[in-house]
């Protein structure tokens, strides 16, 4: 699954002179392109301070970000990334399409104006944000995305929160199956089935809220604290340890800059079998989002 030899560059060191002490693995994906298999989240980060905190996190080193027309706060990702001085082919940037913009020209003129916003010329992922169910659009919302995909203008299309009858559903009406499905994903929340069709399929499942939001006591549990010490690491550093070694893509989130340089030191350490089967032990559906089949 990761993509031999390749690694994402590292950035020089910080403004505080703190070198990033690691480079990020990359994921092969199904259309032959390939993702950091670490990224930046940018969820509720307030659009007047996005620049800011997408500018420590490139300084950090970091260098694949993930946002969505949504969070309204592309402007800010745009800016942070223009300057940064960070040539374009050594980031990866992502966005969604939001729901009500599903449907065929809806989806293309969305796309636009979402990569206006960035200021970029082109995408590295698209994703559809959520499968919308009740509105029945996603089918032919894929159907554009694909277009968009072949017009070069975004390498790569995926999608996000969907469940494994919908990823079917894709499947079985045009034979292009989403490059990534970006899910609910953390200890307490693990979603075997769609795991398992996604795997199956070649879709490389991408992990929000990795931390749980820091809705849940996680990094409390002896699961997680008794790695924590013997590898004296810390219990965020452990969840996101264990998300990579499930070979998940994970997009963790923090507006502080100490917090987004914990998250990527995660490359010189490994959990035990042991350790891993623990913390997949923690399992007991607790979905911190809302059910892909009632949003829309
Ligand atoms: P997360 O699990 O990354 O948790 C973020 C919170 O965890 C932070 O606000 C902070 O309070 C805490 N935290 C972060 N690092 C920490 C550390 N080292 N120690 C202690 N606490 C720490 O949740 P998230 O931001 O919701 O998810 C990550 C990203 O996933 C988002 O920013 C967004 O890009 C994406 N996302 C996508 C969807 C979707 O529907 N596709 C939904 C939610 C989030």
């Given at each position: 699954m990761i993509a031999d030899g390749e690694r994402s560059p590292c950035g020089d060191p910080?403004?505080?002179?703190?070198?990033?002490?690691t480079s990020v693995p990359r994921i092969q994906l199904n259309d032959g392109h390939s993702i950091p298999q670490l990224g930046f989240g940018v969820f509720q980060v307030d659009p007047a301070e996005t620049e800011r905190v997408v500018g420590d996190a490139l300084e950090t080193g970091y260098r694949h970000i993930d946002t969505a027309r949504?969070?309204?706060?592309e402007e800010g990702v745009g800016r942070a990334i223009a300057t940064s001085g960070i040539p374009r082919e050594e980031l990866f940037v992502t966005t969604k399409l939001w729901n009500d913009d599903q449907g065929t020209q809806s989806a293309a003129d969305a796309f636009e104006r979402s990569l206006d916003r960035l200021g970029l010329?082109?995408?590295d992922l698209y994703l559809i944000?959520?499968?919308?169910p009740a509105r029945d659009r996603y089918l032919e919302t894929w159907e554009t995305f694909i277009r968009l995909r072949e017009s070069g203008r975004v390498r790569s299309i995926g999608v996000s929160n969907f469940l494994a009858p919908h990823l079917e559903r894709l499947i079985r009406e045009t034979d292009v199956p989403p490059a990534v499905d970006q899910i609910e994903l953390h200890p307490y929340h693990q979603q075997p089935a769609t795991a398992e069709y996604a795997e199956a399929n070649e879709i490389r499942i991408e992990a929000w809220g990795p931390l749980g939001q820091g809705k849940y006591p996680l990094f409390e549990l002896p699961e997680v604290t008794a790695p924590a010490d013997a590898h004296d690491k810390t219990p965020a550093q452990v969840v996101l340890r264990w998300h990579l070694q499930r070979g998940h893509i994970v997009i963790p989130k923090s507006n502080r800059r100490e917090r987004m340089a914990e998250n990527l030191a995660v490359f010189d350490f490994e959990l035990t079998d042991d350790e891993m089967a623990a913390i997949t032990g923690l399992?007991?559906?607790?979905?911190?989002g809302s059910h892909p089949d009632e949003f829309n």
């Amino acid at each position: 699954m990761i993509a031999d030899g390749e690694r994402s560059p590292c950035g020089d060191p910080g403004r505080d002179g703190m070198a990033d002490m690691t480079s990020v693995p990359r994921i092969q994906l199904n259309d032959g392109h390939s993702i950091p298999q670490l990224g930046f989240g940018v969820f509720q980060v307030d659009p007047a301070e996005t620049e800011r905190v997408v500018g420590d996190a490139l300084e950090t080193g970091y260098r694949h970000i993930d946002t969505a027309r949504i969070y309204g706060n592309e402007e800010g990702v745009g800016r942070a990334i223009a300057t940064s001085g960070i040539p374009r082919e050594e980031l990866f940037v992502t966005t969604k399409l939001w729901n009500d913009d599903q449907g065929t020209q809806s989806a293309a003129d969305a796309f636009e104006r979402s990569l206006d916003r960035l200021g970029l010329e082109y995408l590295d992922l698209y994703l559809i944000h959520w499968p919308a169910p009740a509105r029945d659009r996603y089918l032919e919302t894929w159907e554009t995305f694909i277009r968009l995909r072949e017009s070069g203008r975004v390498r790569s299309i995926g999608v996000s929160n969907f469940l494994a009858p919908h990823l079917e559903r894709l499947i079985r009406e045009t034979d292009v199956p989403p490059a990534v499905d970006q899910i609910e994903l953390h200890p307490y929340h693990q979603q075997p089935a769609t795991a398992e069709y996604a795997e199956a399929n070649e879709i490389r499942i991408e992990a929000w809220g990795p931390l749980g939001q820091g809705k849940y006591p996680l990094f409390e549990l002896p699961e997680v604290t008794a790695p924590a010490d013997a590898h004296d690491k810390t219990p965020a550093q452990v969840v996101l340890r264990w998300h990579l070694q499930r070979g998940h893509i994970v997009i963790p989130k923090s507006n502080r800059r100490e917090r987004m340089a914990e998250n990527l030191a995660v490359f010189d350490f490994e959990l035990t079998d042991d350790e891993m089967a623990a913390i997949t032990g923690l399992e007991r559906e607790g979905r911190v989002g809302s059910h892909p089949d009632e949003f829309n």
